[in-house]
């Protein structure tokens, strides 16, 4: 596959996820993919709440997003910064960095317990 | 044709990738064939100093993310020895982790989908028997 029809097939499957996502809100539709993690322990996976969360963000309500998955900001964050790499058809050079790869593993496993304990502010 | 690793496009004939050096032959890197040794005097040099060893990096990120298994986490540690072991330039060790890396992302990612086909199951036949009932109930 070209990466101009790679880039355009990962758009197109983005833009119609948007779609749905607004127009369906997953705390009122049942038909999202649940959490495995969670439907098997009950406790939160770092992920828990994107889904909820870019919802609100479709809608313009950073907050409500912030609050159900604050590591979704960081996470968009890096992907922009590794976007131009990655419409180069390259992969972005910090993903072979130790000390980012570390530092991924760091704040996911913290969040992931924190989220978890009464210290999490949300 | 497009390096498997990076994506990048090469020419047909490429036998590695200009961009992150990954053989573009079938399999696993195999360097390039010595030229013949009779016009070969001097030591040939390969054409680039290390193998780039893929480090599943953002596929364990994104496992850990989807499919929100511990296993995501044991990937992203093995991604990160990668990076450490290809800067302290322990290419065997590098490979090593490279591979763990890929398999505990490839459970984890199997391990999500299947649960998420269990539960598709289960909402489908959970419809179904709403339908149901609401087709007796109006009877």
């Known amino acids: 596959m070209t990466l101009k029809l790679r880039i355009l097939s990962v758009s197109v499957v983005a833009a119609a996820g948007a779609w749905v996502l607004y127009n369906f809100a997953p705390t009122a539709y049942g038909f999202y993919p649940p959490c495995v993690f969670r439907m098997l322990t009950g406790l939160q996976c770092p992920g828990c709440g994107t889904t909820r969360a870019l919802h609100h963000l479709l809608h313009g309500r950073f907050e ?41 593993f760091a704040v996911l496993t913290s969040y992931w317990i924190v989220r978890n304990t009464p210290l999490y502010p949300f | 044709m497009n ?10 004939n490429a036998t590695v990738c200009v961009n992150c050096g990954r053989s573009l032959s079938m399999g696993a890197y195999t360097p390039p ?14 054409p680039y100093n290390a193998p780039q060893i893929p480090n599943y990096l953002w596929q364990s990120i ?7 298994l511990p296993l ?6 093995f991604a990160a020895q990668v990076n450490s072991k290809l800067a302290q330039g322990d290419i065997p060790g590098a490979q090593d982790a490279s ?3 890929k398999m505990f992302a ?34």
């Open chain 2, 3 to 12: 390096c498997p690793n990076c994506g990048t496009s090469n020419l047909d």
């Open chain 2, 99 to 101: 591979q763990k890396a």
């Open chain 2, 33 to 46: 064939p010595p030229p013949p040794s009779e016009f070969s005097a001097q030591p040939s040099q390969p």
């Open chain 2, 106 to 139: 490839l459970i984890g990612f199997a391990v999500g989908i299947i649960g998420i086909i269990i539960w598709s199951l289960l909402f489908g036949a959970g419809m179904l028997q709403a339908w149901r009932d609401a087709q007796a109930a109006n009877s």
């Open chain 2, 72 to 77: 995501g986490i044991v990937s992203i540690i």
């Open chain 1, 64 to 104: 409500e997003a912030f609050r159900l998955n604050p590591m979704l900001f960081v996470l968009m964050a890096v992907a922009l910064f590794a976007l131009p790499s990655v419409l180069r058809g390259r992969q972005p050079g910090f993903l072979m960095k130790p000390w980012f790869a570390w530092t991924a």
């Open chain 2, 62 to 68: 994104v496992v850990t993310l989807c499919c929100c």
